[in-house]
Nanobody
């Protein structure tokens, strides 16, 4: 059974940093596209960052424009864990952050991955 367990959320002042982790159970993370989504109160869920491996073993990453240069997604396949390093946080980054995974990147990018974590809250105060 596939399970994703997030950790690392919390409260921080604007300009601060947090690192989210997502431990994956029940499958090999190297075989799946993985990503982070977020949902703020009253807003639709949006994709924040995604990562997948290419044919030669490198990782391909992508980010929503609003976090480019501030957030970094990475994956440790040996630990089956996905990370999101968030720097220079802004109040508008406040949201519940969700880890997601799917064998197909197109389903992840489309917002319909097969697996979701339970979410972790990130609150950024001004």
């Amino acid at each position: 059974q596939v399970q994703l367990v997030e950790s690392g959320g919390g409260s921080v002042q604007a300009g601060g940093s947090l690192r989210l982790s997502c431990a994956a159970f029940g499958y090999a993370s190297s075989m799946y596209a993985m990503g982070w989504f977020r949902q703020a109160p009253g807003k639709e869920r949006e994709g924040v960052a995604a990562i997948e491996g290419d044919s030669i073993g490198d990782s391909i990453t992508s980010y929503v424009d609003s976090v480019k240069g501030r957030f970094a997604i990475s994956k440790d396949n040996a630990k089956n864990t996905l990370y999101l390093q968030m720097n220079s946080l802004k109040p508008e980054d406040t949201a519940t952050y969700y880890c997601a995974a799917d064998p197909l990147m197109r389903r992840l990018r489309g917002g319909h991955p097969s697996y979701w974590g339970q979410g972790t809250q990130v609150t950024v105060s001004s």
